[in-house]
């Protein structure tokens, strides 16, 4: 899967919520209530990432998840993170 340039990053942003393109990579920090819906929000991301092959790096502050999604062997975004970003996007929702 190719990567995108900064163009086609910049266009896709548009059409998700609160990413950023930042040193390479999409990032996002998801906002939850409490650590217990961060962690339910973890266990959520498992299955999808998993059925992608396409893992992100997470980090977790109590009631905070930072996303960091980039395809290493591409050496930056393609449309697998792309599209990981989405599914992220409606898991916040069931979560929320």
């Known amino acids: ?3 995108l340039s900064v163009q ?3 266009q896709a942003l548009k059409g998700l919520r609160n990413w950023r393109f930042e040193n390479g ?3 996002k920090e998801f906002k939850f209530a409490d650590f217990d819906s961060s962690i339910r929000f973890l266990n959520m991301v498992q299955p999808v990432a998993d059925s992608l ?3 992100p790096d997470l980090c977790v502050y109590y009631n905070r998840v930072i996303v960091h999604l980039t395809t290493h062997d591409e050496g930056g975004v393609t449309d697998l993170d792309l599209k ?3 599914k992220l996007d409606e898991l916040e ?3 929320h």
């Open 1 to 3: 899967m190719p990567r």
């Open 8 to 10: 086609e990053i910049d």
């Open 53 to 55: 092959d396409h893992h």
């Open 93 to 95: 929702k069931m979560v």
């Open 84 to 86: 990981l970003a989405q």
């Open 25 to 27: 990579e999409l990032v």
